[in-house]
C-alpha cells in the first residue's frame, strides 16, 4: 500500500529553527513535494527532490534519502507569516501525487 | 497572469441536488487536477486529465464527473449531492513533467445538507 506520514502538528519559537519530517511508502517514486498551505488557502509549491541530498532555497531547505523512505523540510529564522501547515506529496510510478495529511506549524513569539 | 481560478468560492447545496465547479487556468497547462480536502487527511485526487479532450479517474472518483472540452478548463460535475461531498475542493494545474509543480485554486468550499 502508499503510505506518508508526518507528524501532525508541531510548534516552534520566532527566530528559531525547525525541522518537519516526511516518511513514506509508495509504489513507485518519482520525486518528492513540499507545500505550504495557509489556513484557507491554497497549496503553494516550495521545493521538489528527486535525487539523494539537501535542496536549499533561502531560508528554506528541503532533504531526501531516497533508501529510506525519509525527506525533512528545514525552516531557518522562523517568522510568524511561517505559521501554516506543511504538506509533503510523492510522485508515484503512475505520475500522480500522493498527499501525506499535512503537519500544522504554530510559530510563538 | 491570474493563474488558476475556480468558480464558485462557496456553495451551499441540499441533498440530491447537482451543480457545476468551474476551473480555468491561463497558463497553457497541459495537465489539471480536481482533488478534495477533508480535515486530517491528505489532498485526494477525484479527477484528472492530460490534455484537452481527455479524462482519467483519480483516488476517489465516485459521485463526480468532469470535462475538459477546451484546454484551459477543466469541470467538475455532482450530479446528486451527499453529504459525504460536503468537503473544499480544489483544482491544481502544471506543465508536462515529472519535476513540474502543480499550481493550485484558492478552493470552493462546499456544503451539502
Known amino acids: 500500500g502508499q503510505n506518508i506520514d508526518q507528524p501532525t502538528e508541531m510548534t516552534a519559537t520566532e527566530g528559531a529553527i525547525v525541522q518537519i519530517n516526511c516518511t513514506y511508502q509508495?509504489?513507485?517514486?518519482?520525486?518528492l513535494f513540499w507545500y505550504q498551505q495557509h489556513a484557507g488557502e491554497a497549496p503553494t509549491f516550495l521545493s521538489y527532490?528527486?535525487l539523494d541530498g539537501l535542496e536549499e532555497k533561502g531560508r528554506f531547505s528541503s532533504f531526501l534519502s531516497r533508501s529510506k523512505g525519509y525527506s525533512y523540510l528545514l525552516l531557518k529564522e522562523l517568522q510568524m507569516k511561517d505559521s501554516a501547515s506543511y504538506l509533503c506529496a510523492i510522485m508515484d510510478s503512475n505520475y500522480q501525487l500522493i498527499w501525506g495529511a499535512g503537519t500544522k506549524l504554530i510559530i510563538k513569539p | 497572469n491570474a493563474g488558476v481560478t475556480q468558480t464558485p468560492k462557496f456553495r451551499v447545496l441540499k441533498t440530491g441536488q447537482s451543480m457545476t465547479l468551474l476551473c480555468a487556468q491561463d497558463?497553457?497547462?497541459?495537465?489539471m487536477y480536481w482533488y478534495r480536502q477533508d480535515p486530517g487527511m491528505g489532498l485526494r485526487l477525484i479527477h484528472y486529465?492530460?490534455?484537452?479532450?481527455?479524462?482519467a479517474k483519480g483516488e476517489v472518483p465516485d459521485g463526480y464527473n468532469v470535462s475538459r472540452l477546451k484546454k484551459q478548463n477543466f469541470l467538475l460535475g455532482l450530479e446528486s449531492a451527499a453529504p459525504s461531498q460536503t468537503s473544499v475542493y480544489f483544482c491544481?494545474?502544471?506543465?508536462?513533467?515529472?519535476?513540474?509543480?502543480?499550481?493550485f485554486g484558492d478552493g470552493t468550499r462546499l456544503s451539502i445538507l
Open positions: 486529465s492530460v490534455g484537452e479532450g481527455t479524462t
Open positions: 509508495t509504489s513507485g517514486f518519482n520525486g
Open positions: 491544481a494545474s502544471r506543465l508536462e513533467g515529472a519535476n513540474q509543480p502543480q499550481h
Open positions: 527532490n528527486v
Open positions: 497558463m497553457n497547462h497541459e495537465y
